[in-house]
C-alpha cells in the first residue's frame, strides 16, 4: 500500500509538471487513454462514462499529423464534432472545487485527511494533463451570428467535451473543459483561458445556479504555471498570464448555433455554414437533441415528426423567455448574447464579460467592446427573441418557417411577461391574487431606481423591511435605508462623463450636419445622441448639490411607497391573520431578493489575491454565493481586513465602493 502511494504521489508530481503524454485514439469509439505512466483515479475512479453524443452525432477523425502536434484550425464540413486531445500544462494548481456542483456527478466531498491529495487529482485531471478512464476528448463544431452578423463556422475553439458521465440516481451530465487548448475551431487563438477570465466563469456559473437561475454549472478550477499572451485591455501592452482551464457541467452544450453549421450562404456577408446542404445530418441532430433532452415531446408526437418539430421549438421559446425573464429580475447581463451563446435547453451559457448591475440602469452595457450597446441589459429580451428566430431559420426544411414564426410570435413575449411579473410579485411580496395594477407599480418602482440611481440588488432586499403598519415608525428608518442606496452626485458625475474628446464631438457634430448620408453610412448616430446625453446630464449636475440630490431621490421614493403601500393594503383587506400574511410576504421577498450576486469588484478582489498565489478569496466568494438569501451564512464568509491583493475592505452586502466603477470587462 505505502509502494502505491508512493507511486501515485510521484505520478502526480510528474502530472503537476507537465510530464504526462496523452496517447491517441485507436478508433472512433475507443475511450481515450493516457500513457503508461497515467496513474489511475482514486476519488474520480466511480465516474462512469457513456458518450452517447459521439456514438449519436458524426464525428470527424482528424487527418493525421505529427504525434502530439495540437489539432490544426480548418472548415470542419459534415461533423458535429472533432476529436482532440487537451495540450498538458505546466504544474496544474487548483484554484477551487464546487462541491454542490461536483455532486451531480456523485462525486462526495473527500476526508479531510486526503485533502492535499484529492486536490492533486482534480489538478492532474480536470487541467487535462491526464484523462479519465472513459473520457473521449472532442471539441462540438457551431456556427453563430455575432453581433448580428453571420461569422461563418465557430465552433469549440477554447473549449473540449471530454464525454457524458452516467449517476447512479439515472442523470447524464456532460463534462467540458474550457482552455485545455487549441482544436480546429480556434482559428489564429492557442485554445487557452487565463486566471482572471476562468476565476469569474467559475464563480459565475455557481452564482447563478444558486441565485435559483437555470445555468449551466462550474466543478473545478485549475491553474498553472503555463502562461500566454494577453493584451488586456486591447491597448497595445499584452502581458503574460497563468493558462486555467474550467470544469463545466451540464446535460449538453448543444446551442442555437449547433444547427447554423448547414446555413446556406449568407446575403450580408457572403458567409456559409461548413454543412451547407447536409439536411441529413440536421435530421440527425434534431432527433438526438429531442429523444435526449426532450424526451417528453418525443413521446406525445412520436408519429408526427412536424408537430413534434414545432412542440420542440415552443418548448426552447418558452425556456428561453422564462430564462431572460430571470436574468431581468436579478440584474444579470449577460454580455455576448450571439446565436453560439444560446443553450438549445434554455440554460445561461458562456460566461465571458458579463455582469449584475450596481446602479439601475435599462442601457448599462456591461461588456466594453459591445460599443453600439447591442446587448444592453434593457434589449436582452428582444435579443434572445432575435436569436431564436435565427433558429427557427435554421431549423428549415424540418419545421417549415412560418410555423417557427407563428410559435415565435404566440409564444415568447407572452411567456416573458408572465414569468417576468409573477417573479416581481415575489420580490414585492405581493402574496395574494394578481391585480391590475401589478404590472405599472412594477414597472413605477423600475422608473424610480432609474431616477435615483438606486443598486438594483440591495433596494430590492431592502424593501423587505416594509412595514406592515402605516404608522409605524419603521417608515422613515426605511426611507432613509431607500435613500442611501441612491447615486451620489460624485457616482452620477462619474456615470455620465463625457466618453469623447470635445474636438472629435465636434467633428461629429459638423459632420452629421454637413454630410448626413455620410454621416449615416458610418453607424455612429447611437453614440452621438448617448454622448450629448452624458454632456447634458453632466451639465445638470454641475447645478445639483449632495443635498438637493438626496431631497429629490427621498421624494421619488416617498412617491412610490405610497403606492405600494396602497397594494399592499389591499392583500392584507382579502385575508383573516394579518400577522400571518406579514409573516408569509416577509418569508417570500427574503427568499426572492438575493443579499449577495457576484459585483465585479467581488470577482476584482478574489482575481486579484489569485494572480498573487492566494485562492483563499476565490473560496470564500464562492462560499458566500453559495448561500445569497442566507444573511447569516453570508456573515461568515464575508471579507476580512485586507480581503483581496489590494487590501480593499468592503462588506459585499453593502453597495460597492466608488472605485468599482472603474472596471472594465472586455
Not at 498538458?88 to 476526508?111: D, E, I, K, Y
Not at 442566507?630 to 483581496?644: I, L, R
Request: net charge neutral; aromatic share 8%.
Amino acid at each position: 500500500m505505502a509502494a502505491r502511494r508512493a507511486w501515485l504521489g510521484a505520478s502526480l508530481a510528474a502530472a503537476r509538471a507537465g510530464s504526462l503524454r496523452l496517447g491517441r485514439h485507436r478508433s472512433p469509439r475507443a475511450p481515450c487513454r493516457g500513457a503508461a505512466m497515467e496513474p489511475a483515479p482514486r476519488w474520480l475512479a466511480g465516474l462512469r462514462f457513456d458518450n452517447r453524443a459521439l456514438r449519436a452525432l458524426p464525428v470527424e477523425t482528424p487527418p493525421p499529423g505529427p504525434e502530439g502536434a495540437p489539432s490544426a484550425p480548418r472548415p470542419v464540413p459534415g461533423a458535429c464534432f472533432s476529436r482532440v486531445r487537451p495540450a498538458p500544462l505546466r504544474q496544474p494548481r487548483l484554484v477551487a472545487l464546487s462541491g454542490p456542483a461536483l455532486a451531480l456527478l456523485g462525486l462526495g466531498a473527500p476526508p479531510a485527511a486526503r485533502e492535499a491529495e484529492t486536490e492533486a487529482e482534480a489538478a492532474l485531471f480536470f487541467s487535462g494533463n491526464a484523462l479519465l478512464p472513459g473520457a473521449e476528448p472532442a471539441a462540438h463544431c457551431y456556427c453563430g451570428h455575432q453581433f448580428g452578423q453571420f461569422a461563418g463556422q465557430l465552433g469549440d475553439g477554447a473549449a473540449m467535451y471530454l464525454g457524458e458521465v452516467c449517476t447512479a440516481a439515472g442523470e447524464r451530465w456532460e463534462l467540458q473543459l474550457k482552455g485545455a487548448g487549441p482544436t480546429p475551431f480556434s482559428r489564429q487563438a492557442d485554445g487557452r483561458k487565463v486566471l482572471r477570465s476562468s476565476i469569474r466563469e467559475f464563480l459565475g456559473s455557481e452564482a447563478m445556479f444558486h441565485l435559483g437561475i437555470p445555468t449551466t454549472r462550474a466543478g473545478a478550477c485549475v491553474t498553472s504555471e503555463s502562461t500566454v499572451l494577453r493584451d488586456v485591455f486591447y491597448d497595445g501592452n499584452p502581458k503574460h498570464e497563468k493558462c486555467t482551464v474550467v470544469l463545466r457541467i451540464a446535460p449538453t452544450f448543444i446551442r442555437f448555433g449547433s444547427f447554423e453549421i448547414f446555413k446556406p450562404t449568407d446575403e450580408q456577408t457572403g458567409r456559409t455554414g461548413p454543412s451547407v446542404g447536409r439536411n441529413d445530418i440536421r435530421v440527425q441532430l434534431l432527433d438526438y437533441v429531442i429523444g435526449s433532452f426532450y424526451p417528453e415531446i418525443q413521446a406525445a408526437h412520436a408519429g408526427d415528426r412536424l408537430q413534434r418539430n414545432v412542440a420542440f421549438f415552443r418548448e426552447v421559446t418558452r425556456r428561453t423567455a422564462r430564462m431572460v425573464a430571470e436574468w431581468q429580475c436579478v440584474g444579470f447581463c449577460h454580455g455576448v448574447l450571439n446565436t453560439d451563446n444560446m443553450s438549445i435547453v434554455g440554460l445561461t451559457l458562456d460566461y465571458g464579460p458579463f455582469g449584475f448591475l450596481d446602479r439601475y440602469d435599462p442601457e448599462h452595457v456591461c461588456n466594453a467592446s459591445d460599443n453600439a450597446g447591442r446587448y444592453a441589459y434593457g434589449k436582452q429580451p428582444e435579443v434572445c427573441k432575435w436569436n431564436l428566430q435565427k433558429l427557427a431559420e435554421a431549423l428549415q426544411p424540418e419545421l417549415p418557417l412560418e410555423l417557427g414564426e407563428a410559435v415565435l410570435a404566440e409564444e415568447f413575449d407572452a411567456e416573458f411577461q408572465r414569468h417576468h411579473l409573477q417573479k416581481m410579485r415575489r420580490k414585492l411580496g405581493l402574496v395574494g391574487a394578481q391585480h391590475e395594477e401589478d404590472a405599472a407599480l412594477v414597472a413605477q418602482l423600475l422608473e424610480t431606481m432609474h431616477l435615483t440611481g438606486a443598486d438594483f440588488t440591495n433596494t430590492f432586499r431592502s424593501l423587505s423591511s416594509f412595514p406592515a403598519e402605516p404608522a409605524s415608525p419603521d417608515l422613515e428608518e426605511l426611507l432613509a435605508m431607500l435613500t442611501a442606496q441612491c447615486a451620489s452626485l460624485e457616482e452620477l458625475r462619474l456615470a455620465f462623463r463625457p466618453q469623447m474628446d470635445p474636438r472629435q464631438l465636434s467633428m461629429m457634430l459638423m459632420l452629421a450636419q454637413s454630410n448626413p448620408q455620410l454621416f449615416a453610412l458610418m453607424g455612429t448616430r447611437a453614440n452621438l445622441t448617448r454622448e450629448l446625453e452624458r454632456v447634458e446630464q453632466q451639465a445638470r449636475l454641475e447645478q445639483l448639490s449632495p443635498a438637493e440630490l438626496q431631497s429629490r431621490n427621498r421624494e421619488h421614493w416617498a412617491s412610490w411607497l405610497q403606492r405600494y403601500r396602497a397594494r399592499l393594503d389591499r392583500d392584507k383587506e382579502a385575508v383573516g391573520d394579518a400577522a400571518a400574511w406579514q409573516a408569509e410576504r416577509e418569508r417570500v421577498m427574503r427568499t426572492n431578493n438575493p443579499k449577495y450576486v457576484l459585483r465585479n469588484y467581488m470577482a476584482q478582489n478574489a482575481i486579484e489575491a489569485a494572480e498573487g498565489g492566494d485562492f483563499s478569496e476565490v473560496r470564500r466568494v464562492l462560499k458566500l454565493l453559495e448561500t445569497p438569501y442566507d444573511s447569516e451564512a453570508g456573515a461568515a464568509a464575508e471579507p476580512t481586513e485586507g480581503a483581496g491583493a489590494a487590501g480593499r475592505r468592503h462588506s459585499y452586502s453593502d453597495k460597492p465602493p466608488l472605485w468599482a466603477a472603474e472596471l472594465c470587462v472586455t
